[in-house]
């Protein structure tokens, strides 16, 4: 007999996430303040990839060649991140770290720069606001930056958030609002009229009414949203067909300590820095706290989050080329998350293409950038049945019109579904 989420409120919720990592708790709470009974389940709430993700809002320094209808749905969550960011505060009582700092692309040498003014010619072929400054000028803005550097992209609007804190504040809002978190681990999903054992067959047969945990209890819900980043695709009980195209993209970051806060005199940096040192791309975002973030390796390497000395030497190397100064900052902590990747580094939103299960999934490195963005439109969705169309272009709909594999089977089902971004 199945048993409700909806804890002390009685009967069973609304809408039960799978998920409490930040887009988890972003749809729960947006969804609970539409007024429907949200439960969330998950091993470690407020875990996940947020917790060693720079938060970088990076809708313009990341702008890729053929991803303008993913850079469209960026710009849109940055645009509406200064609101989600206030009504937040104002729903937890306490700060997220949101700085509207800006973000510095530099070049390293004259390779470089021919590339980067590439980057710089498409941005304006599509109206993005950056300008394009010489290496004595990005100096001036940022004087520990290597004498080296031979140019730069200042884009303005680019920012940043602290996504340790923004977590906190979304399980303290959703706490607020009466959202029901459960810890513990989804293993199936169930479905009325499924067969109780094995994996489902195809998308018709049932509805989904909730889902089981590890420990057998049963956990139901009039709508189920799949949130568990990089693990989505694990969840058994899922038609074959229906399951996400998700995958663990391994990042390992480090944090340093400056000796004095971003953005004070004499800070050690005053706006988030990015570069391409030997072909591979490095961040270094500074917080008001004084910490130092700076990241982050991109390895296919499944569901491993060992942080390798490797990982480690390469990125303060590259860290040096660029900031020479940084190695003699303290280094204060290692860590290695779990982005969800997907075929077209896009996110999955919305209908799954089976009864009563939706999607956020799947957001790749842009997960802390859209959390706004999928929030509003889950929350839409799960209300009127109605996807947004800012959101239609990513449904799980386009990789089955151009047969992209399922990432069904790409990894065993692990002990645990936690939702990650980076």
């Known amino acids: 007999m199945g048993v409700s989420a909806a804890g002390s409120s009685g009967g ?13 708790l972003a749809v729960a709470w947006r969804a609970a303040a539409r007024g429907l009974r949200v439960g969330v389940v998950d091993p470690a709430p407020g875990g996940g990839a947020a917790r060693v993700a ?16 993913l850079l469209a749905l960026n710009l849109e969550s940055q645009r509406r991140y200064p609101g989600f960011v206030a009504e937040l505060v104002e729903a937890a009582g306490e700060d997220v770290g949101y700085r509207e700092c800006g973000t510095l692309a530099v070049a390293l040498d004259a390779d470089d720069r021919a590339e980067l003014r590439e980057v710089y010619a498409h941005q304006r072929r599509l109206g993005l606001p950056v300008s394009w400054l010489t290496g004595r000028e990005a100096r001036r803005l940022e004087p520990m930056l290597a004498a080296s550097v031979r140019g730069a992209l200042l884009a303005e609007g680019d920012h940043q958030v602290d ?5 906190a504040a979304l399980l303290t809002a959703c ?10 681990s989804a293993r199936r999903l169930l479905r009325a009229g499924g067969s109780p054992g094995g994996r489902a067959g195809g998308a018709a047969g049932g509805r ?18 799949l949130a568990a980043g990089s693990h989505s695709a694990l969840l058994e009980g899922v038609p074959e067909e229906v399951l996400p195209p998700v995958r663990p993209v391994k990042g390992q970051v480090l944090r340093l300590r400056m000796p ?13 820095v990015r570069a391409v040192v030997r072909g591979v791309h490095l961040y270094l975002v500074p917080r008001l706290n004084g910490e130092l973030v700076v990241g982050a390796t991109e390895e296919e390497m499944g569901y491993d989050t060992t942080v390798t000395a490797g990982g480690v030497y390469e990125l303060l190397r590259d860290a040096h080329e660029l900031v020479p100064g940084i190695t003699e900052l303290p280094l204060v902590e290692t860590s290695a998350g779990l982005r969800p990747g997907s075929p077209d580094n896009a996110p999955v939103l919305g209908p799954s293409g089976l009864d009563g299960l939706a999607l956020a999934t799947g957001h790749g490195r842009n997960g802390v950038l859209l959390t706004p963005v999928t929030a509003d439109c889950l929350a839409e969705y799960l209300v009127s049945g109605r996807l947004p169309e800012v959101a239609a272009p990513f449904t799980a709909r386009r990789f089955r019109r ?14 645990a579904l936690r939702e990650v971004v980076a």
């Open 54 to 69: 720079a938060g970088m809002l990076a809708a313009v320094t990341e702008v890729k060649y053929g991803e303008e209808a």
């Open 402 to 415: 151009s047969g992209a594999p399922s990432a069904a089977g790409a990894a065993p089902a692990g002990p």
């Open 208 to 225: 989904v009414v909730g889902v089981r945990l590890d420990d057998g209890t049963e956990l139901t819900a009039g709508q189920v949203v």
């Open 12 to 24: 069973s919720p609304d809408v039960l996430v799978v998920g409490g990592g930040l887009v988890g």
């Open 163 to 167: 996504g340790r804190r923004l977590c």
């Open 260 to 272: 004095s806060g971003a953005g004070a005199p004499g800070a050690f940096l005053g706006r988030t």
């Open 175 to 184: 706490g607020r609002l009466g959202v029901d978190v459960v810890r513990g």
